[in-house]
């Protein structure tokens, strides 16, 4: 499986943005696909994840409905609203839970990351 993160940018307080990882490899239609992010200084943190059926699992730190994963056969995506600037961050997109955890080392496959920017 290959991933290549897109959709990042600059952009102000309050305003949307929706991330796409385009996934190639016959493993993709039967994995779960999540999105990652790591802001300066931290570590990588999970945000949510999408089985190969549908079913989401949203970090508790981003359950208030700002963000929404979705994918289709080959595209992963993350839909963000009202992003505000504590969301500046890498986005990473990761494929194949190996270990059944939601921590970074559990998943096999990354994408390269796109860089989100918030200002206030």
């Known amino acids: 499986v290959q991933l290549q993160a897109s959709g990042g940018g600059s952009i102000q307080a309050g305003a949307s943005l929706r991330l796409s990882c385009a996934a190639s490899?016959?493993?993709?239609?039967?994995?779960?696909m999540a999105w990652f992010r790591q802001a300066p200084g931290k570590e990588r943190e999970f945000v949510a994840a999408?089985?190969?059926?549908?079913?989401s699992t949203y970090s508790p730190d981003f359950r208030e409905g700002r963000f929404t994963i979705s994918r289709t056969k080959n595209t992963l995506y993350l839909q963000m609203n009202n992003l505000k600037p504590e969301d500046t961050a890498v986005y990473y997109c990761?494929?194949?839970?190996?270990?059944?955890?939601?921590?970074?080392?559990?998943?096999?496959?990354w994408g390269q990351g796109t860089q989100v920017t918030v200002s206030s």
């Open positions: 490899g016959r493993a993709f239609g039967t994995s779960s």
């Open positions: 990761a494929g194949q839970n190996i270990a059944g955890s939601y921590v970074p080392s559990s998943w096999k496959f």
């Open positions: 999408v089985s190969w059926t549908g079913g």
